[in-house]
């Protein structure tokens, strides 16, 4: 399992490595989303599990 997610967060770190954030945003309740400056968007979600779920959007990547 740690594994797994040590390469989910290699990934994510990846896409974002150099992005200048511009805005932080709390959609809904469990939810956090980061834009940066090229329109890139980090979602952060959780669940009742207690589980972080994550998605990247727009933006060039």
């Not at 989303?33 to 990247?56: H, K, P, Q, Y």
């Amino acid at each position: 399992m740690a594994g797994k997610l040590e390469k989910e967060a290699d990934s994510i770190q990846e896409h974002l490595k150099d992005k200048c954030i511009v805005r932080v945003m709390r959609p809904r309740d469990n939810e956090l989303c980061i834009e940066s400056s090229d329109g890139t968007r980090l979602f952060v979600n959780s669940s009742a599990s207690e589980t972080l779920d994550f998605s990247i959007t727009g933006g060039a990547l």
